[in-house]
Structures are given as C-alpha cells and as structure tokens.
C-alpha cells in the first residue's frame, strides 16, 4: 500500500511526481504492480530498489516532490534522524488512471445477456438527453486524446464530460491513462457486437502550441 499526505496529491495526479522513498523494513510494493490510493486514484509503479541516502540526488528530490535534497531529507528527518549510510526504499511510479476497473474492461467474452444489460445501462445513462454512443464513439475515434479537447468537440464542459467518462469506466467500456482515455476490450467487444463499432465521431482542435519565447 502507498499512502500519501495531502501535499503530494495534485503532483501525483498531474504527472510531475514520479518518485518517493520510504523507510521500510523490506518492499511493500513491486515492479509493475497497480495501487489504488484514495483519492489520488490508481498508480503504477515502475521500479523499486533500495539505495543509500547518500545516493539520492538533488534531481531525485524533485522528482519526490521538494524544492530540494535537504527539503526531502528533512521530511524523512520528522520519523527520526536520516544518516547518510541509511537504506531507503526509491519507488519510481507514475499515475494510472483514477481507479478504473481493469479486471471487467480486460474482459471481452461478452454473452447476449452480458451485451442487454449494457444496452439497458446506457439507456437508463441516456435518459436525461444522449451522450453515451456519442462519448464512446469520440474516445474510439481519438484515443489518449486531452479530456479537455474531445469534451470540446463534442459542444461540452470538460468537468461533466470527466464525470461521464467515469461511469462508462464503471461499466468497463473504457481505461484511463496520464493523458486521455481508450476503449477497453470489454468496450471493443461491446461495440462490434451492436455493430456502433467505428460510428462517426467529431474531430477535437489541435493543441495549441506555446509560443516559443525570444
């Protein structure tokens, strides 16, 4: 389990953290592995080793989230005293998604019954005014596209659009990742078998590019 203090939440969900380091007796998590972290969401970690204090970089300390080493050595500091020979845990990982369902989005062996009671759950999604077939077709169509770009060409405010997007992850039609979304297998299998699978979608505007400074 990874457990994070407040501080460290928007750089986790943002992408800028990609390391912590953590004085554990022996590894609590490993390579690969996905941990869902209330409320930052879900994160993968990439690597995990030991490394001696001395070791860590000023790079490194950033990379955890402090202006710099003494900042980050401080911190540890405040669960007793940091020697430069000291073994820490260096995690490196990165956010994947805000808590998706993988196991049911991997899953694409759908049965007839397994396609109605989806059908019945976008129905009753779309009872308020259509978005459902819109939604998927834009992710199929533009995948790991900018959530603010497809809630753009679709007329919409990305906030509700992100709300949307999560309640077909509930489904596991879709997946989450640092940028954008995708159909999921399940989502895929879902689609073919109503034959919506390549319906049209409208295209997002490009991303700006920031001008260059002199």
């Not at 590894?27 to 030991?50: E, S």
């Not at 710099?68 to 911190?75: F, M, S």
């Not at 694409?108 to 129905?123: K, N």
């Not at 005014?129 to 603010?148: D, V, Y």
């Amino acid at each position: 389990m990874l457990l994070f203090k407040r501080e460290f939440w928007a750089g986790l969900q943002d992408g800028s953290i990609t390391l912590t380091f953590r004085r554990w007796a022996s590894a609590r998590v490993k390579p690969g592995g996905r941990y869902r972290c209330h409320p930052i969401g879900v994160l993968q970690v990439d690597d995990v080793q030991q490394v001696s204090v001395r070791s860590i970089t000023a790079a490194d300390a950033r990379a955890a989230g402090f202006a710099d080493k003494p900042a980050l050595l401080e911190y540890l500091a405040a669960a007793g005293p940091v020697a430069p020979d000291d073994r820490l845990w260096r995690i490196a990982l990165h956010h994947g998604g805000d808590g998706d369902r993988v196991e049911i989005a991997l899953d694409d062996a759908l049965q007839p019954d397994d396609v109605a009671a989806i059908t019945a759950t976008l129905t009753r999604m779309d009872a308020r005014g259509p978005w459902t077939a819109a939604t998927l077709a834009i992710i199929g169509a533009h995948p790991r596209i900018a959530a603010s770009r497809l809630a753009a060409a679709l007329g919409r405010e990305t906030a509700p659009f992100k709300l949307d997007v999560r309640k077909l992850k509930r489904l596991g039609l879709t997946q989450s990742f640092e940028v954008g979304y995708e159909i999921s297998p399940r989502g895929r299998a879902y689609l073919a078998a109503t034959g919506s699978a390549g319906a049209a979608a409208p295209a997002p505007a490009r991303a700006r590019r920031k001008p260059k400074r002199a």
